[in-house]
């Protein structure tokens, strides 16, 4: 079952906050984080495993709630180059090594 | 280090005519192998994937088929395109915690 993302699509203006959902109906072995530029692949961002668990890099960061159901993704004072789609993938542990994404959440940041 | 191969970049096929896209990977063994398809402006469609040689599950009955005839290459064909076939494809593989894609090939069906 395909992991359900929201927004659609976001704008903001350079500096400004977001925060991206992707939820499951079940408990998950993983959810990993992508960005699409246009016209081009996904690029890996990170990957979220434990229960409780956060991650970031620079100013992006993940979480990943208790219950393994819900991860949030935090664009933290967003810059330029943050625009992009952003894709949420999930591994179900009933699937073993099935990697499905969320629909994807378009991100714009304007200056 | 560890890549992926995926050619060709582009491709224009006539509706009817067979398909063959090639995903090669580098400097590992025994990775999960996905096939993904996305429409402009769309989503990340799951058609196969692959946990080892020989092993393919499929995710969409349509007429596509996948295999993997080496540990490292997967191949996705048709026999006869249509135009709803046009799209980006794109190859991944998973090793532990981490997933790459390739560049994609985007297919023009006319």
Known sequence: QQPVQSPQAVILREGEDAVINCSSSKALYSVHWYRQKHGEAPVFLMILLKGGEQKGHEKISASFNEKKQQSSLYLTASQLSYSGTYFCGTEDPDSWGKLQFGAGTQVVVTP | ?110
């Open chain 2, 1 to 110: 280090s560890q890549t992926i191969h995926q050619w060709p970049a582009t491709l224009v096929q006539p509706v009817g005519s067979p398909l063959s896209l090639e995903c090669t990977v580098e400097g590992t063994s025994n990775p999960n192998l996905y096939w993904y398809r996305q429409a402009a402006g769309r989503g990340l469609q799951l058609l196969f994937y692959s946990v080892g040689i020989g092993q393919i599950s499929s995710e969409v009955p349509q007429n596509l088929s996948a295999s993997r005839p080496q540990d490292r290459q997967f191949i996705l064909s048709s026999k006869k395109l249509l135009l709803s076939d046009s799209g980006f494809y794109l190859c991944a593989w998973l090793l532990n915690t981490e997933a790459f894609f390739g560049q994609g090939t985007r297919l023009t069906v006319v």
